[in-house]
Every structure is written in structure tokens, then in C-alpha cells.
């Protein structure tokens, strides 16, 4: 297998570790140094996204994160997500990009875009 193809190997495995609900594989996946950038957000620790992730998407009773698009060179990772998290009181969904930076078998960085409307509807402030 290739540096690209095992690259594009962990990016699926995490997607998959999110519809899941699978926290200790999210957690494995990403460098202790990794950093996040959020659309909207801004620049998070990979303690803050992970926080972020287990408190939102984490806690519904039910996640798609279908990929409907996944791109590779070398450590960058391009991923294009359709999400559904089913919640008590609502549906949240969502297209995401993800772009992933990979060494070594996981994620050292992160930038996410999505629609943010549709993502502070979902979760007010």
C-alpha cells in the first residue's frame, strides 16, 4: 500500500470511527500535537475538537458520515462528508470538506468546512 493509499486509509477509518460513535479510535487517530480549524470556529486544540465532537455530534442517538468524495496526494487528504445525526429533539445534517493532513498513520492537522447556518441551527449558543 502507498503512503497515499494508507493516508486515505486512516481518513476513512475515522469518518467511519465518528458515524460509530467510536471515541477511543478518534482519539487514536490523531497526533497528540494535532490541531483543528473549524469554519466559523477558528483554530481548536485536538483536547478542544474532541471535547467539541463527544459533546455534539457524539451524543445523538444515531450518525451517518456517508464519504461521498475522497481525494489524496501525498500527506493531504481531501474528504467530502454527507452527515445525519439523529438527536431527542432534532436532526442535524450537514455536507462537510475535510482536509486532512496525515504522517505516520494519523492526523497531525484539520480543517473542516460545512454549512454553518445549518450548524447553528443545530447547536444554538
Not at 483536547?47 to 451524543?59: E, H, N, P, R, Y
Not at 432534532?90 to 504522517?103: A, C, D, P, Q, S
Request: charged content about 25%; proline content about 2%.
Amino acid at each position: 500500500m502507498t503512503d497515499t493509499e494508507a493516508n486515505k486509509a486512516v481518513a476513512r477509518r475515522y469518518m467511519q470511527a465518528v458515524e460509530d460513535g467510536d471515541l477511543a479510535t478518534i482519539e487514536a487517530l490523531q497526533h497528540p500535537d494535532c490541531t483543528w480549524w473549524i469554519l466559523g470556529y477558528g483554530d481548536m486544540s485536538r483536547a478542544d475538537f474532541i471535547a467539541s465532537v463527544t459533546g455534539g455530534l457524539l451524543s445523538a442517538r444515531h450518525r451517518k458520515a456517508e464519504v461521498v468524495g475522497l481525494t489524496a496526494e501525498g500527506d493531504r487528504v481531501a474528504v467530502e462528508v454527507r452527515g445525519e445525526m439523529v438527536f431527542p429533539d432534532r436532526v442535524y445534517r450537514n455536507e462537510y470538506h475535510n482536509l486532512l493532513i496525515v504522517r505516520d498513520g494519523q492526523i497531525v492537522s484539520g480543517r473542516e468546512y460545512m454549512d454553518t447556518r445549518a450548524a447553528a441551527e443545530a447547536f444554538p449558543a
